[in-house]
């Protein structure tokens, strides 16, 4: 019964592609966020959504839009795909003010 | 600009032993920290969290230290089992709005030799 998870855990698309990460959360957290790895390893947050508002948006490309459509869910979109877009991406949740913060599993996206 | 630095990538200790990993931080915002630890191919889980009001946290065999006049904080392993091999993430937060905005260092490899 996993808390929070994410599909497709592995993602290969080509350049210029459009594709989605799904996240769901069952904690009853009110506040989603997505994360992203990149090659050096470092975890940066891109975005926050708490009941569905945008608190949070990192500087990241206007290509990648999230939607959250209820707040057990926080979709990322990302048009138009590029090869530095490569990379593991995190979905999280957590309490309004922080608790009980809890990760995704990731998903692999690479563009060739 | 990294606001949370790990300057070691690595550390191999021998099972039993101590397993010190080191976290420092330059915004003077964050005041709360926390450790998580990830393996290959899962995600970061929380390990333990020390809020800047306190100077040390343990539970069980993880221990954080707290130092906010150097901005540092350390994790403590003791003892050190084969199951902590792990990558290790150190953590912060501000306080105020921003509550959910964990900013993360680029983690420590902890290798727990048998």
């Known amino acids: 019964d996993t808390a929070v998870s994410q599909t497709p855990k592995y993602l290969v698309t080509q350049m210029g592609n459009d594709k989605s990460i799904k996240c769901e959360q069952n904690?009853?957290?009110?506040?989603m966020y997505w994360y992203k790895q990149d090659s050096k390893k470092f975890l940066k947050i891109m975005f926050s959504?708490?009941?569905?508002?945008?608190?949070i948006n990192e500087t990241v490309p206007n290509r990648f839009s999230p939607k959250s459509p209820d707040k057990a869910h926080l979709n990322l979109h990302i048009n138009s795909l590029e090869l530095g877009d490569s990379a593991v991406y995190f979905c999280?949740?957590?309490?309004?003010?922080?608790?009980?913060?809890?990760f995704g599993s990731g998903t692999r996206l690479t563009v060739v | 600009d990294q606001q949370v630095k790990q300057n070691s990538p690595s550390l191999s200790v021998q099972e039993g032993r101590i397993s010190i990993l080191n976290c420092d931080y330059t915004?003077?915002?964050?005041?709360?920290f926390l450790w998580y630890k990830k393996y290959p191919a899962e995600g970061p889980t929380f390990l333990i969290s020390?809020?800047?009001?306190?100077d040390k946290n343990e539970d069980g065999r993880f221990t954080v230290f707290l130092n906010k006049s150097a901005k540092h904080l350390s994790l403590h392993i003791v003892p050190s089992q084969p199951g902590d091999s792990a990558v290790y993430f150190c953590?912060?937060?501000?306080?105020?709005?921003?509550?959910?905005?964990?900013?993360f260092g680029q983690g420590t490899i902890l290798t727990v030799h048998p």
């Open positions: 904690l009853g957290h009110d506040t």
């Open positions: 915004n003077s915002m964050f005041d709360y």
């Open positions: 999280a949740s957590s309490s309004r003010r922080g608790y009980g913060y809890t």
């Open positions: 020390i809020s800047s009001i306190k």
């Open positions: 959504y708490n009941n569905k508002e945008l608190i």
């Open positions: 953590a912060a937060r501000p306080g105020g709005t921003s509550y959910g905005k964990l900013t």
